[in-house]
C-alpha cells in the first residue's frame, strides 16, 4: 500500500524557516516524482516544488523560488522542504503528493491531478 506522510509543520514567524518531511512507503522510491502542494482556506490548491530523484529534477513555483529548497534521501525514501524566509503567504496546509513514473514535467507537475497518491496535510502557520 503506497503511504504517504507529511510532517514539520508549526508556527513561526515573518522571516523564520522550518523543514517538512514527506516520508513513504508502499512503493519504489525511484520510480516515483514527488510534489508538495499547499492550499490556504479559500484558495485552490497550489503546487510549490516537485522533485524526480532518478532525473535529477527539482522545479519549484515563482512565489517560492529562491526561498525553499527540495531534497530527497533515497535511503530513507523521504522528501524535505526546506522552507526559509516564511512569509504570511506561505501560511497553508501542506500536502505531498507522488506520481508514478513522474519526471516533474516543467509543464504539468502543478496540475494536482496527475498525482497519484495523496498524504495528510501539515500546517504550516506565518506570523506577522
Known amino acids: 500500500e503506497v503511504q504517504l506522510q507529511a510532517s514539520g509543520g508549526g508556527l513561526v514567524q515573518v522571516g523564520g524557516s522550518l523543514r517538512l518531511s514527506c516520508t513513504t512507503s508502499?512503493?519504489?522510491?525511484?520510480?516515483?516524482?514527488i510534489g508538495w502542494f499547499r492550499q490556504a482556506p479559500g484558495k485552490m490548491r497550489e503546487g510549490v516544488s516537485c522533485i524526480s530523484s532518478s532525473e535529477g529534477i527539482a522545479e519549484y513555483s515563482d512565489s517560492v523560488k529562491g526561498r525553499f529548497t527540495i531534497s530527497s534521501d533515497n535511503a530513507v525514501s523521504t522528501v524535505y522542504l526546506q522552507m526559509n524566509s516564511l512569509k504570511p503567504e506561505d501560511t497553508a496546509v501542506y500536502f505531498c503528493?507522488?506520481?508514478?513514473?513522474?519526471?516533474?514535467?516543467?509543464?504539468?507537475?502543478?496540475?494536482?491531478?496527475?498525482?497519484?497518491?495523496w498524504g495528510q496535510g501539515t500546517q504550516v502557520t506565518v506570523s506577522s
Open positions: 508502499g512503493f519504489r522510491f525511484d520510480d516515483y516524482s
Open positions: 503528493a507522488a506520481e508514478e513514473y513522474g519526471s516533474c514535467d516543467t509543464v504539468h507537475w502543478t496540475n494536482s491531478r496527475i498525482y497519484d497518491n
